[in-house]
C-alpha cells in the first residue's frame, strides 16, 4: 500500500451505483468488456471524499494535451465551453482502452491516424460550443481503460451528438480501440 | 484512502535510505529545492513489496513514447541495450519537474523545443549503448517531479556522461526545467 500522495489536481473519480448526481439512461458495452450496470454515477475529485456507491470506480487525470498542436489549441480554447453549465442536462461518459499496438506506435504515427486520417481534432471542433468535454488519462494509472471521456450538451444536441461518437467510431484511429463502453446520463 | 489497484506494469519505485543495492557517491540540487541526503536508493517494481527505507520515495511508470518519432524510435531500438548490465556499476538518478509553461504549450510546440531547438534524442543517440536508459512519467501520479530519468553505464564512461548531462542543461528546453535533482550511484 502506499502513501496516498498520489493523484493531485485534475483528478476525476467517477463512480458507479446507486448514489450521484447523474443517472444513467443508458450503458452498453461497444467493444470488449462492459460494466456492470448501475443506476447513477457520482463524481469525485478527490480521493479524500467519502467512497459510498458500491458499483465500480474509474479514475483518470486531466493532463496536457498529446496530439493537438498550436492552431488547433488556441481554436479549440476560442470555441469551447467549461463542463457544468446548466442547460447541458445530458451527458456521455465513454471509458476507452487502445491496444498495445497503438501504444508501441512512435508519437508521429499515432498522430497521423489521429487527426490527419481520422481528422479527430477536426471533427470535434465543429461540435462546439455545444459540447463541453474533458479527457482524462488513466492508462499510466494502471487503471482498465486509458482514457475516460466526458461530455455534456443539452438534450436538444443528442442526435448530433450521436453523429459525432458514430463517426468517431467508423475512423482508422478507432480500429485500435479494443474496449469502450458507452453510458448515456442525466442530471435531475 | 484508494483501492490500490492503481499502478501496474513499467512501476518503478525509487525508495532512499539506508539500505538497497544502490550507493549514494553524490546528491546535489540543480534547481529548486533539493532532496534529504541518504546513503542508499532501493528499486522497487511493486507497491506490495516491502517498504523499508525511511527517508523518501519517487514513484513514476514506464510509459510509451511522448515525442519520438517513427526513425528515431527504430534507432534508439537498434542502438539501446537494457538496465541491469553486469559491468554497468554506475548510475544516475535524475528526477526533474518542468514549469506549468511547458505542459501549456502544444505538442508540436514542445517537440520543436525537444528536438529542432535542443536535440535531445539527437545527443542521446550518440551516447548509446554505453549509457543504457529509461525515462518513467510521474507527473500524472501527482508526485513532486514530472519526470524520473535513470542511466547505468560503465564506471569508465562517466566523464561522457557527464558531457551528456551538462549539454542538455545549456539547451532551449532545460530553462523550462524548475526542478532538478542529481544523484549519482554505485552498485557493490
Given at each position: 500500500?502506499?502513501?496516498?500522495?498520489?493523484?493531485?489536481?485534475?483528478?476525476?473519480?467517477?463512480?458507479g451505483?446507486?448514489?450521484?448526481?447523474?443517472r444513467v439512461?443508458?450503458?452498453r458495452?461497444?467493444?470488449g468488456?462492459?460494466?456492470?450496470?448501475v443506476?447513477?454515477?457520482?463524481?469525485?475529485?478527490s480521493?479524500?471524499?467519502?467512497?459510498?456507491?458500491?458499483?465500480w470506480?474509474?479514475?483518470?487525470?486531466?493532463?496536457?494535451?498529446?496530439y493537438?498542436?498550436?492552431?488547433?489549441?488556441?481554436?479549440l480554447?476560442?470555441?469551447q465551453?467549461?463542463?457544468?453549465?446548466?442547460?447541458?442536462?445530458?451527458?456521455?461518459?465513454?471509458?476507452i482502452r487502445?491496444?498495445l499496438?497503438?501504444?508501441?506506435?512512435?508519437?508521429?504515427?499515432?498522430?497521423?491516424?489521429f487527426?490527419?486520417?481520422?481528422?479527430?481534432?477536426?471533427e470535434?471542433?465543429?461540435?462546439?460550443p455545444?459540447?463541453?468535454?474533458?479527457?482524462?488519462?488513466?492508462r499510466?494509472?494502471?487503471?482498465?481503460?486509458?482514457?475516460?471521456?466526458w461530455?455534456?450538451?443539452?438534450?436538444?444536441?443528442?442526435?448530433q451528438f450521436?453523429a459525432?461518437?458514430?463517426?468517431?467510431?467508423?475512423?482508422?484511429?478507432?480500429?485500435?480501440v479494443?474496449?469502450?463502453?458507452d453510458?448515456?446520463?442525466?442530471?435531475?
Open positions: 500500500m502506499l502513501d496516498m500522495k498520489l493523484l493531485g489536481d485534475g483528478l476525476a473519480i467517477f463512480s451505483g446507486d448514489e450521484g448526481e447523474w439512461i443508458s450503458m458495452p461497444v467493444k468488456e462492459g460494466l456492470p450496470r443506476e447513477r454515477v457520482a463524481i469525485r475529485h480521493l479524500d471524499s467519502p467512497k459510498r456507491n458500491c458499483g470506480s474509474l479514475l483518470g487525470v486531466a493532463s496536457h494535451v498529446r493537438v498542436e498550436r492552431g488547433e489549441k488556441e481554436e480554447a476560442a470555441r465551453e467549461n463542463l457544468g453549465r446548466v442547460q447541458s442536462t445530458r451527458a456521455a461518459l465513454i471509458p487502445k491496444s499496438e497503438w501504444w508501441q506506435l512512435a508519437q508521429d504515427q499515432r498522430r497521423e491516424i487527426e490527419a486520417q481520422s481528422h479527430h481534432i477536426e470535434g471542433v465543429r461540435h462546439l455545444a459540447v463541453a468535454r474533458q479527457l482524462y488519462h488513466s499510466d494509472l494502471g487503471e482498465p481503460f486509458d482514457f475516460l471521456t461530455f455534456e450538451y443539452e438534450p436538444s444536441y443528442s442526435d450521436e459525432l461518437v458514430q463517426y468517431l467510431r467508423t475512423t482508422e484511429e478507432w480500429k485500435y479494443d474496449r469502450e463502453v453510458i448515456r446520463l442525466s442530471r435531475e
